[in-house]
């Protein structure tokens, strides 16, 4: 069964450097979403993403996050300069169309930030 | 935002007995979707069932919907040591555009 894949699974990160995660969203959709996980916490919506654009983000995703399609098949979140506290699970997810239809995640990328 | 309130939280169980969580939502929905989150790894989707259906059955999954209490419960039957993970439910209406929002989940706990 087609399932998305997030690369990589740990990223170990200075405080103020710049981070890519990356993922491949399952090849037939075209809804793309991030969540994180702080340790503890619960799931929380970052940002989706459609016809590439963003067209929802949280109040989390501010001007240090971003988000790229850059060919058919990746799909990136980036955090510009780091801090401690976006040290996290991320999940990318995505799902095949509008309307009825489930999201499928992927396995997440822990984010430490030192 | 939609977001649904799992209940209980923690729930400790022995193998072979039913496990029944319950989902608390606010406003009309499209939809409700169940995921279950097994420690350290991402979220799998179980079951999701329209506002207009009131029963949905995959394998030893039984889920209930109920649009008037805004409620809805998962019942796992014959758990298994394997069925041990966290279980979020996801309500969503289309004018969410497509996010879910999640609770703390219900933490279930099958002994073998």
């Known amino acids: 069964e087609p399932e998305v894949t997030q690369t990589p699974s740990h990223q170990v990160t200075q405080m103020g450097q710049e981070v890519i995660l990356r993922c491949v969203p399952i090849?037939?959709?075209?809804?793309f979403y991030w969540y994180r996980q702080i340790l503890g916490q619960k799931v929380e919506f970052l940002v989706s993403?459609?016809?590439?654009?963003?067209?929802?983000k949280s109040e989390i995703f501010d001007d240090q996050f971003s988000v790229e399609r850059p060919d058919g098949s990746n799909f990136t979140l980036k955090i510009r300069s780091t801090k401690l506290e976006d040290s996290a699970m991320y999940f990318c997810?995505?799902?095949?169309?509008?309307?009825?239809?489930?999201?499928?995640f992927g396995d997440g990328t822990r984010l430490s930030i030192l | 935002s939609q977001q649904g309130e799992e209940d209980p939280q923690a729930l400790s169980i022995q193998e072979g007995e039913n496990a029944t969580m319950n989902c608390s939502y606010k406003?009309?929905?499209?939809?409700l979707q169940w995921y279950r989150q097994n420690s350290g790894r991402g979220l799998v989707h179980l079951i999701l069932?329209?506002?207009?259906?009131r029963e949905k059955h995959s394998g030893r999954l039984r889920v209930t919907l109920d649009t008037s209490k805004k409620s809805s419960s998962l019942l796992i039957t014959a758990s298994r040591a394997a069925d041990t993970a966290s279980y979020f439910c996801?309500?969503?209406?289309?004018?969410?555009?497509?996010?879910?929002?999640f609770g703390q989940g219900t933490e279930l706990s099958v002994k073998p």
């Open positions: 997810a995505s799902r095949v169309r509008q309307g009825n239809q489930p999201q499928h």
């Open positions: 090849s037939n959709h075209l809804y």
């Open positions: 993403f459609y016809n590439n654009e963003i067209s929802e």
């Open positions: 406003t009309s929905i499209n939809n």
């Open positions: 069932i329209r506002s207009n259906e």
């Open positions: 996801a309500p969503q209406s289309y004018n969410q555009g497509g996010k879910l929002i």
